[in-house]
Protein backbone atom coordinates (compact mmCIF):
# COMPACT_ATOMS: atom_id res chain seq x y z
CA UNK A 1 0.00 0.00 0.00
CA UNK A 2 1.26 3.62 -0.99
CA UNK A 3 2.38 6.09 1.46
CA UNK A 4 -0.68 8.23 0.38
CA UNK A 5 -3.21 5.57 0.45
CA UNK A 6 -2.27 4.88 3.86
CA UNK A 7 -2.51 8.69 5.03
CA UNK A 8 -5.96 8.87 3.68
CA UNK A 9 -7.37 5.79 5.63
CA UNK A 10 -5.65 7.75 8.94
CA UNK A 11 -7.77 10.98 7.76
CA UNK A 12 -10.43 8.82 7.42
CA UNK A 13 -10.36 7.56 11.10
CA UNK A 14 -8.74 11.03 12.42
CA UNK A 15 -12.13 12.65 11.29
CA UNK A 16 -14.14 9.67 12.14
CA UNK A 17 -12.75 10.39 15.44
CA UNK A 18 -13.36 14.60 15.79
CA UNK A 19 -17.01 14.28 14.73
CA UNK A 20 -17.17 11.16 17.42
CA UNK A 21 -16.58 14.16 20.03
CA UNK A 22 -18.99 16.52 18.25
CA UNK A 23 -21.95 13.49 18.43
CA UNK A 24 -21.23 14.10 22.26
CA UNK A 25 -22.67 17.33 22.44
CA UNK A 26 -25.96 16.12 20.12
CA UNK A 27 -24.19 17.26 16.94
CA UNK A 28 -23.97 15.68 13.43
CA UNK A 29 -22.97 16.20 10.27
CA UNK A 30 -21.50 13.68 7.34
CA UNK A 31 -20.13 16.32 5.40
CA UNK A 32 -17.93 18.02 7.86
CA UNK A 33 -16.37 14.69 9.06
CA UNK A 34 -15.70 14.39 4.81
CA UNK A 35 -14.33 16.82 4.65
CA UNK A 36 -12.05 16.36 7.51
CA UNK A 37 -11.02 13.19 5.94
CA UNK A 38 -10.43 14.82 2.27
CA UNK A 39 -8.11 17.41 3.33
CA UNK A 40 -4.47 16.93 3.89
CA UNK A 41 -3.50 18.79 7.28
CA UNK A 42 0.48 18.61 6.52
CA UNK A 43 -0.67 20.74 3.21
CA UNK A 44 -1.68 23.67 5.16
CA UNK A 45 0.68 24.18 7.95
CA UNK A 46 4.07 25.34 8.45
CA UNK A 47 6.96 23.68 6.93
CA UNK A 48 8.10 20.14 8.99
CA UNK A 49 9.22 19.41 11.20
CA UNK A 50 5.99 20.45 13.44
CA UNK A 51 5.88 20.87 16.90
CA UNK A 52 2.48 18.87 18.17
CA UNK A 53 0.88 19.03 21.40
CA UNK A 54 -2.11 18.11 23.49
CA UNK A 55 -5.01 20.78 24.24
CA UNK A 56 -4.29 21.67 28.03
CA UNK A 57 -0.34 20.04 27.80
CA UNK A 58 0.90 17.52 29.61
CA UNK A 59 -0.12 14.03 27.47
CA UNK A 60 1.42 14.80 24.43
CA UNK A 61 4.40 17.31 23.55
CA UNK A 62 6.56 16.41 20.96
CA UNK A 63 8.48 17.61 17.46
CA UNK A 64 7.81 15.36 14.55
CA UNK A 65 8.35 15.24 10.30
CA UNK A 66 5.99 12.55 9.78
CA UNK A 67 2.77 13.64 8.75
CA UNK A 68 0.62 10.59 10.05
CA UNK A 69 1.29 12.23 13.67
CA UNK A 70 -0.46 15.40 12.76
CA UNK A 71 -3.70 13.44 12.40
CA UNK A 72 -4.54 13.34 16.15
CA UNK A 73 -6.41 15.41 18.44
CA UNK A 74 -3.58 17.85 18.48
CA UNK A 75 -2.56 21.54 18.18
CA UNK A 76 0.34 22.46 16.01
CA UNK A 77 2.57 25.38 16.64
CA UNK A 78 2.58 28.47 14.41
CA UNK A 79 4.24 30.85 16.16
CA UNK A 80 5.38 29.87 19.07
CA UNK A 81 6.69 33.36 20.22
CA UNK A 82 2.89 34.67 19.95
CA UNK A 83 1.04 31.50 21.00
CA UNK A 84 -0.17 30.98 17.36
CA UNK A 85 -1.68 27.45 16.58
CA UNK A 86 -3.62 25.32 14.42
CA UNK A 87 -6.10 24.50 16.85
CA UNK A 88 -8.01 21.37 18.26
CA UNK A 89 -9.40 19.70 15.29
CA UNK A 90 -12.66 18.06 17.45
CA UNK A 91 -13.47 21.63 18.40
CA UNK A 92 -13.29 22.80 15.30
CA UNK A 93 -15.12 19.81 13.16
CA UNK A 94 -17.91 20.68 16.44
CA UNK A 95 -18.03 24.71 15.13
CA UNK A 96 -18.36 23.39 11.35
CA UNK A 97 -20.65 20.98 12.32
CA UNK A 98 -22.99 23.78 14.07
CA UNK A 99 -22.65 26.50 11.67
CA UNK A 100 -22.87 24.05 8.52
CA UNK A 101 -21.38 25.76 5.57
CA UNK A 102 -23.13 25.02 2.07
CA UNK A 103 -22.49 24.74 -1.07
CA UNK A 104 -22.32 28.06 -2.86
CA UNK A 105 -22.81 30.22 0.51
CA UNK A 106 -20.18 32.70 1.52
CA UNK A 107 -17.80 32.49 4.46
CA UNK A 108 -15.85 35.26 6.17
CA UNK A 109 -12.95 33.06 8.10
CA UNK A 110 -11.11 35.49 11.00
CA UNK A 111 -7.87 34.16 11.95
CA UNK A 112 -6.87 31.54 9.61
CA UNK A 113 -3.18 30.95 10.73
CA UNK A 114 -1.82 28.68 8.18
CA UNK A 115 -4.81 28.23 6.10
CA UNK A 116 -5.90 24.58 7.13
CA UNK A 117 -9.21 25.27 8.23
CA UNK A 118 -9.47 27.14 5.34
CA UNK A 119 -9.19 24.71 3.00
CA UNK A 120 -11.61 22.38 4.62
CA UNK A 121 -14.22 25.73 5.29
CA UNK A 122 -13.69 25.59 1.60
CA UNK A 123 -14.47 21.88 0.72
CA UNK A 124 -17.64 23.00 2.71
CA UNK A 125 -18.98 25.24 0.36
CA UNK A 126 -17.36 24.13 -3.07
CA UNK A 127 -16.20 26.19 -5.85
CA UNK A 128 -19.59 27.70 -6.03
CA UNK A 129 -19.23 29.16 -2.80
CA UNK A 130 -16.11 31.72 -1.08
CA UNK A 131 -14.12 32.38 1.68
CA UNK A 132 -12.88 35.80 2.58
CA UNK A 133 -9.71 34.67 4.71
CA UNK A 134 -8.55 37.62 6.79
CA UNK A 135 -5.54 36.62 8.79
CA UNK A 136 -3.57 40.04 10.38
CA UNK A 137 0.20 38.43 11.14
CA UNK A 138 1.92 39.17 8.08
CA UNK A 139 4.56 35.93 7.93
CA UNK A 140 1.15 33.42 8.49
CA UNK A 141 -0.93 35.38 5.81
CA UNK A 142 1.55 34.93 3.43
CA UNK A 143 2.00 31.42 3.97
CA UNK A 144 -1.76 30.54 3.67
CA UNK A 145 -1.84 32.67 0.21
CA UNK A 146 0.63 30.10 -0.97
CA UNK A 147 -0.97 27.41 0.96
CA UNK A 148 -4.47 27.97 -0.88
CA UNK A 149 -3.47 29.09 -4.45
CA UNK A 150 -5.13 25.89 -5.61
CA UNK A 151 -8.40 27.12 -4.19
CA UNK A 152 -9.99 29.51 -6.46
CA UNK A 153 -12.81 30.51 -3.71
CA UNK A 154 -10.60 31.33 -1.25
CA UNK A 155 -9.05 34.78 -1.35
CA UNK A 156 -6.78 35.25 1.41
CA UNK A 157 -6.89 39.37 3.00
CA UNK A 158 -3.44 40.04 5.33
CA UNK A 159 -5.10 43.12 7.27
CA UNK A 160 -7.49 42.82 9.99
CA UNK A 161 -11.44 42.02 10.05
CA UNK A 162 -11.89 44.46 12.82
CA UNK A 163 -13.20 47.63 12.12
CA UNK A 164 -13.19 46.24 8.46
CA UNK A 165 -15.76 47.02 5.40
CA UNK A 166 -17.05 42.88 5.14
CA UNK A 167 -18.95 41.93 2.43
CA UNK A 168 -22.35 39.71 3.23
CA UNK A 169 -21.75 36.72 4.20
CA UNK A 170 -23.97 33.38 5.33
CA UNK A 171 -21.19 32.31 7.77
CA UNK A 172 -18.71 34.38 9.92
CA UNK A 173 -16.04 31.71 11.50
CA UNK A 174 -13.68 33.57 14.27
CA UNK A 175 -10.53 31.76 15.14
CA UNK A 176 -9.37 34.35 17.66
CA UNK A 177 -10.64 35.24 21.52
CA UNK A 178 -12.54 38.12 21.57
CA UNK A 179 -14.54 40.54 24.07
CA UNK A 180 -17.48 40.56 21.99
CA UNK A 181 -17.92 40.55 18.19
CA UNK A 182 -17.12 43.40 16.27
CA UNK A 183 -20.42 45.22 15.03
CA UNK A 184 -19.17 44.94 11.30
CA UNK A 185 -18.95 40.86 12.35
CA UNK A 186 -23.02 41.00 12.60
CA UNK A 187 -24.12 43.69 10.48
CA UNK A 188 -22.88 41.28 7.77
CA UNK A 189 -24.52 38.37 8.18
CA UNK A 190 -27.19 37.24 5.87
CA UNK A 191 -30.91 36.40 7.27
CA UNK A 192 -30.03 32.69 8.93
CA UNK A 193 -26.70 33.58 9.16
CA UNK A 194 -24.49 32.44 11.59
CA UNK A 195 -21.63 32.88 13.48
CA UNK A 196 -19.39 31.03 15.84
CA UNK A 197 -16.55 32.79 17.85
CA UNK A 198 -14.61 32.37 21.19
CA UNK A 199 -16.22 34.45 23.25
CA UNK A 200 -13.61 35.73 26.05
CA UNK A 201 -14.53 38.53 27.77
CA UNK A 202 -11.75 38.27 30.48
CA UNK A 203 -8.44 36.19 30.39
CA UNK A 204 -10.31 34.07 32.78
CA UNK A 205 -13.39 33.01 30.74
CA UNK A 206 -14.20 31.79 27.10
CA UNK A 207 -16.91 29.95 25.90
CA UNK A 208 -18.06 28.91 22.42
CA UNK A 209 -20.62 32.23 20.96
CA UNK A 210 -23.04 31.21 18.28
CA UNK A 211 -25.06 33.55 16.96
CA UNK A 212 -27.88 32.96 14.29
CA UNK A 213 -29.73 36.19 12.43
CA UNK A 214 -33.09 35.33 13.02
CA UNK A 215 -36.21 37.32 11.53
CA UNK A 216 -36.58 39.10 15.34
CA UNK A 217 -32.60 39.86 15.78
CA UNK A 218 -29.50 37.78 16.62
CA UNK A 219 -30.52 34.65 18.75
CA UNK A 220 -26.96 33.48 20.67
CA UNK A 221 -26.24 30.41 22.01
CA UNK A 222 -22.82 29.80 24.34
CA UNK A 223 -21.80 26.29 25.35
CA UNK A 224 -18.15 24.63 26.81
CA UNK A 225 -14.92 26.24 27.74
CA UNK A 226 -12.64 27.42 25.22
CA UNK A 227 -9.16 29.43 25.58
CA UNK A 228 -7.99 30.70 21.74
CA UNK A 229 -5.13 33.47 21.12
CA UNK A 230 -6.70 36.92 20.95
CA UNK A 231 -7.83 39.07 18.30
CA UNK A 232 -5.78 41.57 17.68
CA UNK A 233 -8.35 45.09 18.25
CA UNK A 234 -11.09 42.97 19.81
CA UNK A 235 -9.68 41.35 23.00
CA UNK A 236 -10.70 42.56 26.44
CA UNK A 237 -8.08 44.57 26.72
CA UNK A 238 -9.11 46.57 23.36
CA UNK A 239 -13.14 46.47 23.98
CA UNK A 240 -13.84 48.02 27.40
CA UNK A 241 -17.00 46.86 29.19
CA UNK A 242 -19.78 49.31 29.68
CA UNK A 243 -20.13 48.91 33.63
CA UNK A 244 -20.72 45.40 35.46
CA UNK A 245 -22.61 42.39 33.60
CA UNK A 246 -25.25 42.14 35.32
CA UNK A 247 -25.96 38.23 35.03
CA UNK A 248 -23.62 35.37 33.94
CA UNK A 249 -22.57 34.92 30.26
CA UNK A 250 -24.20 31.88 30.48
CA UNK A 251 -27.93 33.30 30.73
CA UNK A 252 -26.88 35.49 27.31
CA UNK A 253 -29.85 34.65 25.01
CA UNK A 254 -29.25 37.50 22.31
CA UNK A 255 -26.91 40.39 21.09
CA UNK A 256 -27.41 43.95 19.77
CA UNK A 257 -25.85 46.62 17.90
CA UNK A 258 -26.82 49.65 20.34
CA UNK A 259 -27.58 52.19 17.35
CA UNK A 260 -30.49 50.05 16.40
CA UNK A 261 -32.08 48.72 20.23
CA UNK A 262 -30.43 50.77 23.19
CA UNK A 263 -29.75 48.46 25.62
CA UNK A 264 -31.99 47.92 28.71
CA UNK A 265 -32.81 46.07 31.86
CA UNK A 266 -31.85 42.87 30.44
CA UNK A 267 -28.58 43.36 29.67
CA UNK A 268 -26.19 40.82 30.00
CA UNK A 269 -22.86 42.34 29.49
CA UNK A 270 -22.36 45.94 27.53
CA UNK A 271 -18.87 46.51 24.76
CA UNK A 272 -18.83 49.80 23.12
CA UNK A 273 -21.21 49.40 20.02
CA UNK A 274 -22.72 45.85 20.96
CA UNK A 275 -24.58 44.48 24.12
CA UNK A 276 -25.99 41.35 25.24
CA UNK A 277 -29.12 40.37 26.90
CA UNK A 278 -30.75 37.51 28.78
CA UNK A 279 -33.98 38.18 26.16
CA UNK A 280 -34.56 35.56 23.67
CA UNK A 281 -35.14 37.14 19.96
Known amino acids: MSEGRDLAAIRARYAADAMAWARRDGLENSRVEAAFAAVPRESYLTPPPWRIFS ?8 ETSDPARL ?7 LDRAKGINNGQPSLHAAWMAEVDPRPGETVIQIGIGAGYYTAILAELVGEGGRIKAYEIETRLAELARRNLSSL ?43 LVMPWQPSPFE ?6 RRQPGGLAV ?27 PLVETRSVWLAAEHPPDDTATALYGEVWFSSRDV
Do not use: N
Not at 72 to 77: G, I, N, S
Not at 206 to 211: A, C, D, F, N
Open 55 to 62: PGGGILDE
Open 206 to 211: GRTLLV
Open 152 to 194: PQVRVHAVSAVGAELPQADVVYVSAGAAAPDPAWLRCLEPGGR
Open 71 to 77: YQDVLVV
Open 221 to 247: RTHGSVAFVGCIGAEARDVRARGKPAQ
